[in-house]
Protein backbone atom coordinates (compact mmCIF):
# COMPACT_ATOMS: atom_id res chain seq x y z
CA UNK A 1 0.00 0.00 0.00
CA UNK A 2 1.32 3.38 -0.53
CA UNK A 3 -0.08 5.86 1.18
CA UNK A 4 0.67 9.67 0.42
CA UNK A 5 2.14 11.81 3.02
CA UNK A 6 -1.00 14.83 4.05
CA UNK A 7 -1.29 17.79 3.40
CA UNK A 8 -1.01 19.75 7.16
CA UNK A 9 -3.77 22.35 7.65
CA UNK A 10 -2.89 25.51 9.98
CA UNK A 11 -5.28 24.67 12.43
CA UNK A 12 -3.01 21.40 12.85
CA UNK A 13 0.00 23.52 12.97
CA UNK A 14 -1.34 26.41 15.78
CA UNK A 15 -2.93 22.99 17.84
CA UNK A 16 1.01 21.18 17.21
CA UNK A 17 2.15 24.58 18.54
CA UNK A 18 -0.10 25.18 21.58
CA UNK A 19 0.11 21.60 22.63
CA UNK A 20 4.29 21.74 22.71
CA UNK A 21 3.84 24.58 24.76
CA UNK A 22 1.99 22.42 27.88
CA UNK A 23 3.15 18.70 27.08
CA UNK A 24 6.61 17.70 27.59
CA UNK A 25 6.89 14.68 25.00
CA UNK A 26 10.61 14.33 25.60
CA UNK A 27 10.94 11.47 27.14
CA UNK A 28 9.31 9.41 24.25
CA UNK A 29 11.97 8.60 22.00
CA UNK A 30 10.84 8.99 17.67
CA UNK A 31 8.88 7.58 16.47
CA UNK A 32 6.76 6.43 19.55
CA UNK A 33 6.70 10.26 20.34
CA UNK A 34 4.67 10.84 17.08
CA UNK A 35 1.88 8.32 17.57
CA UNK A 36 1.66 9.49 21.56
CA UNK A 37 1.23 13.88 20.62
CA UNK A 38 -1.03 12.27 17.68
CA UNK A 39 -3.47 10.60 21.06
CA UNK A 40 -2.77 14.20 23.11
CA UNK A 41 -3.90 16.06 19.90
CA UNK A 42 -7.11 14.68 18.76
CA UNK A 43 -8.43 14.18 22.84
CA UNK A 44 -6.95 17.01 23.59
CA UNK A 45 -6.23 14.82 27.40
CA UNK A 46 -2.91 15.10 28.27
CA UNK A 47 -2.81 12.34 30.10
CA UNK A 48 -1.85 10.40 27.34
CA UNK A 49 1.50 11.87 27.56
CA UNK A 50 1.61 9.84 30.49
CA UNK A 51 -0.50 6.89 30.47
CA UNK A 52 0.64 5.77 26.80
CA UNK A 53 2.08 2.38 26.71
CA UNK A 54 3.81 1.58 23.47
CA UNK A 55 6.24 -1.95 22.98
CA UNK A 56 9.32 -1.65 21.27
CA UNK A 57 8.41 -3.31 18.16
CA UNK A 58 4.96 -1.75 18.29
CA UNK A 59 5.61 1.09 15.74
CA UNK A 60 7.59 -0.73 13.38
CA UNK A 61 5.35 -3.43 12.89
CA UNK A 62 1.90 -1.12 12.41
CA UNK A 63 3.77 1.03 9.77
CA UNK A 64 4.96 -2.40 8.01
CA UNK A 65 1.58 -3.61 8.02
CA UNK A 66 0.18 -0.72 6.53
CA UNK A 67 3.36 -0.38 4.16
CA UNK A 68 2.54 -4.04 3.17
CA UNK A 69 -1.17 -3.52 3.35
CA UNK A 70 -2.31 -5.92 5.45
CA UNK A 71 -5.80 -5.73 7.32
CA UNK A 72 -6.89 -3.41 9.54
CA UNK A 73 -9.41 -5.10 11.58
CA UNK A 74 -11.31 -2.74 14.04
CA UNK A 75 -13.86 -3.27 16.80
CA UNK A 76 -16.54 -0.75 15.99
CA UNK A 77 -17.69 1.62 12.82
CA UNK A 78 -16.59 4.74 14.56
CA UNK A 79 -12.89 3.95 14.71
CA UNK A 80 -13.15 3.28 11.19
CA UNK A 81 -14.96 6.50 10.40
CA UNK A 82 -11.86 8.24 11.96
CA UNK A 83 -9.47 7.06 9.62
CA UNK A 84 -11.03 7.38 5.99
CA UNK A 85 -8.00 7.16 4.18
CA UNK A 86 -7.79 3.83 5.24
CA UNK A 87 -11.42 3.22 4.09
CA UNK A 88 -10.48 4.03 0.89
CA UNK A 89 -8.03 1.60 0.35
CA UNK A 90 -10.53 -1.04 1.21
CA UNK A 91 -8.40 -2.72 3.49
CA UNK A 92 -10.36 -1.48 6.50
CA UNK A 93 -12.35 -3.71 8.15
CA UNK A 94 -15.06 -3.20 11.17
CA UNK A 95 -15.75 -6.07 12.72
CA UNK A 96 -19.46 -5.78 13.89
CA UNK A 97 -20.12 -5.92 10.53
CA UNK A 98 -18.95 -9.58 10.11
CA UNK A 99 -22.11 -10.89 12.20
CA UNK A 100 -25.62 -9.99 13.48
CA UNK A 101 -27.19 -10.25 16.32
CA UNK A 102 -28.30 -13.34 16.99
CA UNK A 103 -25.20 -15.16 16.12
CA UNK A 104 -23.16 -12.91 18.33
CA UNK A 105 -25.64 -13.30 21.47
CA UNK A 106 -25.67 -16.95 20.75
CA UNK A 107 -22.00 -17.88 21.68
CA UNK A 108 -20.84 -19.32 24.18
CA UNK A 109 -18.19 -18.32 26.63
CA UNK A 110 -17.10 -16.04 29.70
CA UNK A 111 -16.09 -13.04 26.97
CA UNK A 112 -18.35 -13.62 24.57
CA UNK A 113 -21.34 -12.61 25.53
CA UNK A 114 -21.26 -8.89 23.50
CA UNK A 115 -21.40 -8.48 20.34
CA UNK A 116 -18.61 -6.52 20.21
CA UNK A 117 -16.46 -10.35 21.43
CA UNK A 118 -18.09 -12.02 18.56
CA UNK A 119 -16.97 -9.61 16.34
CA UNK A 120 -13.55 -10.11 17.33
CA UNK A 121 -13.74 -13.45 17.26
CA UNK A 122 -15.13 -13.43 13.58
CA UNK A 123 -12.87 -11.18 12.36
CA UNK A 124 -10.11 -13.30 13.98
CA UNK A 125 -11.32 -16.68 11.91
CA UNK A 126 -11.21 -15.16 8.64
CA UNK A 127 -7.33 -12.81 9.30
CA UNK A 128 -5.90 -14.92 11.72
CA UNK A 129 -2.27 -13.84 10.91
CA UNK A 130 -0.61 -10.78 9.92
CA UNK A 131 -3.35 -8.11 10.71
CA UNK A 132 -3.28 -4.62 12.40
CA UNK A 133 -5.64 -4.49 14.53
CA UNK A 134 -7.45 -1.47 16.35
CA UNK A 135 -10.07 -1.87 19.45
CA UNK A 136 -11.21 1.15 20.24
CA UNK A 137 -14.36 0.87 22.15
CA UNK A 138 -15.24 -2.41 23.64
CA UNK A 139 -13.12 -4.40 26.66
CA UNK A 140 -15.05 -7.42 25.73
CA UNK A 141 -13.06 -6.75 22.23
CA UNK A 142 -10.03 -6.66 23.66
CA UNK A 143 -10.17 -9.52 25.94
CA UNK A 144 -11.49 -11.89 23.26
CA UNK A 145 -8.85 -10.67 20.70
CA UNK A 146 -6.05 -11.79 24.23
CA UNK A 147 -8.08 -15.02 24.78
CA UNK A 148 -7.84 -16.16 20.74
CA UNK A 149 -4.15 -15.52 21.02
CA UNK A 150 -3.47 -17.08 24.11
CA UNK A 151 -5.37 -19.94 22.30
CA UNK A 152 -3.06 -19.53 19.38
CA UNK A 153 -5.72 -19.20 17.30
CA UNK A 154 -4.89 -15.23 16.09
CA UNK A 155 -1.19 -14.13 15.68
CA UNK A 156 -1.92 -9.62 15.22
CA UNK A 157 1.41 -8.37 13.78
CA UNK A 158 0.24 -5.39 15.83
CA UNK A 159 -2.29 -4.20 18.14
CA UNK A 160 -3.56 -0.63 18.71
CA UNK A 161 -6.03 -1.06 21.62
CA UNK A 162 -7.39 1.73 24.13
CA UNK A 163 -10.90 0.69 25.15
CA UNK A 164 -13.10 3.49 27.74
CA UNK A 165 -15.30 2.33 30.34
CA UNK A 166 -15.09 1.62 33.93
CA UNK A 167 -15.69 -2.28 33.72
CA UNK A 168 -13.21 -3.59 32.30
CA UNK A 169 -10.91 -1.59 30.11
CA UNK A 170 -8.32 -0.56 32.70
CA UNK A 171 -7.79 -4.82 33.66
CA UNK A 172 -8.04 -5.72 29.51
CA UNK A 173 -5.30 -3.07 29.05
CA UNK A 174 -3.23 -4.11 31.73
CA UNK A 175 -3.62 -7.76 30.88
CA UNK A 176 -2.67 -6.98 26.87
CA UNK A 177 0.25 -4.79 28.11
CA UNK A 178 1.82 -8.00 30.80
CA UNK A 179 0.81 -10.76 27.66
CA UNK A 180 3.19 -11.90 24.98
CA UNK A 181 1.98 -9.25 22.17
CA UNK A 182 2.88 -6.03 24.66
CA UNK A 183 5.77 -5.79 22.48
CA UNK A 184 4.02 -5.23 19.92
CA UNK A 185 1.17 -3.12 21.30
CA UNK A 186 0.02 0.06 21.65
CA UNK A 187 -2.45 1.20 24.52
CA UNK A 188 -2.23 3.19 27.76
CA UNK A 189 -2.85 2.83 31.43
CA UNK A 190 -6.33 3.38 33.28
CA UNK A 191 -9.94 3.53 32.13
CA UNK A 192 -9.53 6.46 29.66
CA UNK A 193 -9.59 5.95 25.87
CA UNK A 194 -11.81 5.29 23.57
CA UNK A 195 -12.36 5.57 19.44
CA UNK A 196 -10.94 8.95 18.91
CA UNK A 197 -7.90 7.83 20.18
CA UNK A 198 -7.38 4.74 19.24
CA UNK A 199 -8.10 6.49 15.15
CA UNK A 200 -5.65 8.77 16.30
CA UNK A 201 -3.52 6.52 16.60
CA UNK A 202 -3.70 4.51 13.59
CA UNK A 203 -3.75 7.83 11.65
CA UNK A 204 0.09 8.93 13.18
CA UNK A 205 0.89 5.63 11.47
CA UNK A 206 -0.15 6.08 8.33
CA UNK A 207 1.65 9.11 8.57
CA UNK A 208 4.78 7.17 8.98
CA UNK A 209 4.30 4.67 6.89
CA UNK A 210 3.97 7.96 4.51
CA UNK A 211 7.15 9.18 4.95
Sequence with gaps: MTTA?????????????????????????????SVVARMVHATADE????????????????????????????????????IPALGASGTVVCALDLIDGE?????????ADTRSAAAIREAARLHPRGALWVVGNAPTALAMLLDLH???????EAVIAVPVGYVGAEHAKRRLWESALGEVA????????????????????LRLAAS
Design 5 to 33: APRIHPIEVESYSIMASRVDFSSWPEPAR
Design 47 to 82: SFASSALIGSLAVQRAVGAIRSSAPVMCDSRMVVAG
Design 103 to 111: KSLAAPGPT
Design 150 to 156: EAGLLEP
Design 186 to 205: ITNSGERGGSPVAAAAVNSI
